[in-house]
């Protein structure tokens, strides 16, 4: 019997693709016999995935769980619709959210961190729901927000099931008042963020590269109005208030009554509470924002099938 060492089991993971925990088995059942393991993970129909590891995954759900004053959010891609509505799919990523929220959203503990009492971890456990339901799926992020006192609200839009949908919100108060209250108030600013897609928490927040982007943008279209560079400067300062106010989400209107800004509705709410207040964080999660999707002509693709 072949010692199974820390190599052969990589070996065995580059050439199926399959988690390294179904790897250890197989070469275990197997005696430590590569190509054995190799046709063990292949019955298994383990040995699948990797086949599957190259093809757009931009689909999915967006998933989030809380307990009181922390909470966590993740995105868990698939390749269709499909099987966003397929109850075990659902169940993983739950499962997953769970899991994150015990780590408070380090992705990479997360990966590592055991699935519930399957014997693998979460990483692996991808892998074995590559081969289960048959498409590529990829644990794309995770983000965790806690406080010390209050409340970590959560809001999820386009909702499949609870806690499960197309975009999920996170929005932290820290603060000694009422957690009930805080909660209400919490969940509508996390539906304002759903909504308004703000981009820093505040003015200091702002990307110095993206501050820097604006204002060159602003200076040359004001240029091009002829006026005076006194007069451009001022100009370009007003249009950056503006900038702020679009970004920023303490700067932004609350769309729930369409006048206060966010500070504002934090402040009433300590005023309120008899408390202090502070929104100190925020994430939003957009299903497959960011990824390239393939254009297909699906047409195409059934000609094509029915000739081959």
């Known amino acids: 019997m072949a010692e199974i060492t820390a190599a052969l089991v990589k070996d065995l993971r580059e050439k199926t693709g399959a988690g390294m925990m179904d790897c250890k088995k197989a070469l275990a059942e197997t005696g430590g016999d590569l190509e054995g393991a190799i046709d063990w993970l292949r019955k298994k129909g383990l040995a699948a995935a990797a086949k599957k590891a190259g093809r757009v995954a931009a689909e999915g759900l967006v998933a989030v769980a809380g307990a009181g004053n922390k909470a966590a959010v993740v995105e868990l891609n698939a390749e269709t619709d499909f099987v966003a509505r397929n109850d075990g799919f659902q169940d993983f990523v739950k499962g997953v959210a769970a899991v994150a ?9 997360l990966k590592v961190a055991a699935y519930q009492d399957t014997g693998r971890n979460v990483a692996d456990q991808v892998t074995h729901m590559i081969a289960t339901i048959g498409e590529n799926m990829n644990l794309r992020r995770s983000t965790g927000l806690s406080v010390a006192n209050g409340v970590v609200a959560s809001y999820i839009h386009s909702a499949v099931a609870p806690g499960l949908g197309k975009i999920g919100v996170l929005v932290a108060l820290e603060s000694e008042g009422d957690a009930a209250r805080l909660e209400e108030v919490g969940k509508q600013i996390a539906m304002h963020v759903a909504a308004a897609n703000p ?4 003015r200091d927040s702002v990307d110095t590269s993206a501050l820097d982007r604006e204002r060159a943008v602003l200076v040359d279209q004001a240029r091009a109005s002829g006026r005076p560079e006194e007069i451009i400067e001022k100009m370009v300062e007003g ?15 609350f769309v729930i009554d369409g006048e206060s800004k966010i500070s504002k509705v934090v402040e009433n709410l300590a005023k309120e509470l008899g408390k202090p207040v502070a929104l100190t964080g925020f994430v939003r999660y957009a299903l497959g924002e960011g990824i390239e999707k393939e254009e297909s002509d699906f047409a195409a693709e059934v000609a094509a099938a029915v000739k081959g």
């Open 199 to 202: 981009q820093f928490l505040n």
């Open 101 to 109: 929220l015990d780590v408070v959203g380090d992705l990479e503990q």
């Open 239 to 253: 249009r950056l208030r503006k900038y702020y106010e679009e970004v920023c989400l303490l700067e932004q209107v």
